[in-house]
């Protein structure tokens, strides 16, 4: 008996491994930006059912800014491009932007699950000289409608409020040496999280950013 006990125990177990052993399915390429322009530098946030994802990247349009889409069913569609408002320009060359930055660009993208939306960080210049700004926003999905002027940027309006919240400074550098050091540091290659935690000792839906400082 305990010997017919092993052997089934053994045939279970590996029966196991082998399921665990299956290859994840891959779903076919999706164009998410479907541009003639250069995009790159792509930064993806995720919900925690995967279905709502958005991105954002360096989007050499008009606008020279943080290109920017989001889709509701876990990437199998996504809305037109349309881009984060950081930059005074929009796609459309005659159009005006809500932003006052000539250039954005290193975005990342991370999901806040304390308030449903994704926070998003570019770096953004070109205002004053050798100035370096890394700044804050947040995208509400719930309240964009991808159906809008990509100038809208899924909003009622151009910079696409109600859908985006005002910009935040994260910090200002400089590449002439304002921040720290005689031949200047300015933040780049930012990297983000969200503390999804909510036991003891963490702070729950707070965003923590990182970046390097170059001469």
Request: proline share 6%; with cysteine; glycine share 12%.
């Amino acid at each position: 008996m305990r010997k017919w006990l092993f052997m089934l125990t053994a045939v279970v177990a590996l029966g196991a491994v082998t399921v665990s052993a299956s290859a994840p399915s891959v779903g076919p390429i999706v164009n998410v930006t479907n541009s003639q322009f250069a995009g790159n530098e792509e930064s993806l946030g995720m919900d925690s059912t995967g279905n709502l994802l958005a991105a954002a990247w360096n989007d050499w349009h008009f606008n020279d800014g943080c290109g920017f889409s989001y889709s509701t069913n876990g990437g199998s569609t996504w809305a037109p491009e349309s881009f984060a408002p950081f930059t005074s320009f929009t796609n459309d060359p005659n159009v005006p932007g809500a932003g006052k930055f000539p250039i954005a660009g290193d975005p990342v993208v991370v999901w806040n699950p304390k308030f449903s939306t994704f926070d998003v960080v570019c770096q953004a210049f070109g205002l004053s000289a050798h100035q370096i700004n890394l700044l804050a926003t947040t995208f509400d999905p719930a309240k964009a409608n991808a159906q809008a002027n990509q100038n809208f940027s899924y909003g009622t309006q151009v910079g696409g409020a109600p859908a985006w919240t005002g910009l935040a400074s994260v910090t200002i550098g400089s590449s002439n040496g304002s921040q720290k050091g005689s031949n200047g540091k300015f933040p780049d290659h930012e990297a983000g999280t969200v503390d999804t935690g909510t036991g003891p000792g963490h702070h729950f839906g707070r965003l923590y950013i990182a970046w390097a400082e170059f001469n």
